[in-house]
């Protein structure tokens, strides 16, 4: 059966989570996946960009239904920019055979997130 299975969107504003750059590697590893937390590292992340993940983790959670932690789930862009799901085993043995779709916008502060899911 095709057709869609969930919609989520979410909205978060960088000044909500500005402060999480200065958390610890050991914090961070709680909130971003391990794929993440090394893009991080190597390219430096802004509030924007770090708010944008955190929105997708939500719109996700809201558009699955699927509870998880927020390290199993990796929001990484493919080499065009347009961003995608990186899943943990956990939540690819939960989601099946569903596709994702994500997109991710900035303005003036915040970042939101639209997922939807659709049944293959």
Do not use: Q
């Not at 914090?27 to 390219?43: A, N, Q, V």
């Not at 924007?48 to 939500?58: D, G, N, P, Y």
């Amino acid at each position: 059966m095709s057709g869609v299975f969930g919609v989520g969107v979410d909205l978060v504003y960088e000044k909500e989570v500005i402060h999480w750059l200065d958390w610890s590697e050991e914090r961070l590893k709680k909130t971003l996946h391990p794929k993440e937390l090394k893009d991080m590292k190597s390219s430096k992340w802004s509030a924007e960009k770090l708010a944008s993940r955190i929105a997708a983790k939500e719109a996700f959670y809201k558009a699955s239904g699927i509870a998880f932690k927020a390290n199993e789930l990796g929001v990484l862009n493919d080499t065009k920019g347009k961003p995608f799901f990186y899943f943990s085993e956990k939540i690819k043995s939960k989601i099946e055979s569903k596709k994702s779709y994500l997109s991710i916008s900035h303005s003036s502060g915040c970042s939101i997130a639209f997922v939807v899911i659709e049944n293959d």
